[in-house]
């Protein structure tokens, strides 16, 4: 059995994956690459036919027709022989030195009885065009090297997220939870991090910078413009991401507070973005979504409406809009994540 299998997603890819897979391919044969080419129509598919020639005990190609990244990550698990499971999206990489640290750690997981179900460690936002670099870090909220449980915690912080950059899961989880990523929809990633968590029972953080994530390329899902584009896609995540798990039937109460701080920052996003867009179809769209949420459960809607994240959110009508736009823009100064 291969350590790891790594899910590259890729549509018309060609011009810049090779960075990201030539950055996986130093794990050896104790690793797997999974390159799905879903449906490109570019040289995707020849390149990935030819990595997978250059490197066939490594690397497989899949080809497939287009179905959006949430499609090709679920192809990936599906088709995964690794113990362990993690996605790198094509336009990114990984650094080589975290990356031999993380995979000696697996390879002591693997020798055990029950594998960790979920290893985290930390990520970079690289933002080329400006030479912005942001270390996103995750000790304040982990103790390192240590295998916990969620009661291990050792604090929450809102805003501070285990996304997908950030998270490697045990394959096997993955599948006996069910996750099912919608087809042709964008940023399906929260969906990916948020639902597999209610199953994690051993955690394990590894203080290390191991992902790179790439900022600036044209037409990026998180692109500003871009997500105003495709906010009807955004709330469609979030949308099931209320439907998919109650925080308020987890009994662990770090993980249900987590579980709420995580679901307060993804309807944050929605209603900023909606607001950012100065169309009053939108901000008809996220009223939808508040009154959705109060519906669905009055409990979750005050302390998403009432939280520190959700502070601008608490005021309607324009004065409300104006300071929700004015702390996603502090957000996105701070942060630098688009």
């Known amino acids: 059995m291969k350590i790891l299998t790594f899910c590259v997603p890729c549509y018309n890819s060609y011009t810049f994956m090779r960075k990201c897979v030539d950055s996986l391919l130093p794990g050896g044969d104790d690793i797997e690459i999974i390159i799905v080419d879903d449906g490109s129509t570019d040289r995707t598919g020849e390149l990935a036919d030819a990595y997978q020639q250059a490197y066939p005990s490594i690397v497989r190609a899949i080809h497939q027709e287009n179905g959006g990244h949430g499609a090709a990550v679920n192809t990936g698990i599906r088709e995964a022989t690794g113990l362990y499971f993690k996605v790198v ?195 008809k769209k996220v009223d939808d979504l508040w009154e959705y949420i109060y519906h669905h459960d009055a409990r979750t809607y005050h302390h998403l409406r009432y939280g520190v994240l959700g502070f601008a959110m608490r005021f309607k009508g324009r004065p409300g809009r104006k300071l929700g736009v004015f702390f996603y823009h502090l957000a996105q100064k701070f942060i630098g994540f688009n």
Not at 151 to 156: E, P, S, V
Not at 258 to 278: A, P
Request: aromatic share 12%; charged share 25%.
């Open 89 to 283: 999206d094509s336009d990114d990489w990984v650094d080589r030195e975290a990356y031999m640290e993380i995979l000696d750690k697996l390879r002591e997981f693997a020798k055990m009885e029950h594998p960790v179900d979920m290893h985290l460690s930390n990520f970079v936002y690289e933002k080329l065009s400006t030479g912005h670099e942001r270390r996103m870090l995750l000790s304040p909220l982990f103790p390192e090297d240590e295998i916990i449980g969620w009661d291990g915690m050792k604090r929450n912080i809102k805003g501070f997220s285990i996304l997908m950059h950030s998270v490697i899961y045990r394959t096997q989880l993955l599948r006996d939870c069910g996750l099912e990523l919608p087809k042709h929809t964008f940023y399906v990633d929260n969906l990916y991090v948020y639902i597999p968590l209610i199953h994690v029972k051993t955690i394990y953080y590894q203080n290390v910078s191991f992902y790179r994530y790439y900022i600036g390329r044209e037409g990026q899902s998180v692109a500003e413009q871009t997500m105003i584009k495709r906010i009807d896609q955004q709330l469609r995540v979030n949308y099931l991401m209320i439907d998919s798990v109650d925080p308020w039937q987890v009994e662990e109460p770090h993980l249900r507070k987590y579980l709420l701080s995580y679901l307060e920052s993804v309807t944050v996003v929605s209603t900023s973005i909606g607001y950012l867009s100065n169309n009053p179809e939108n901000y």
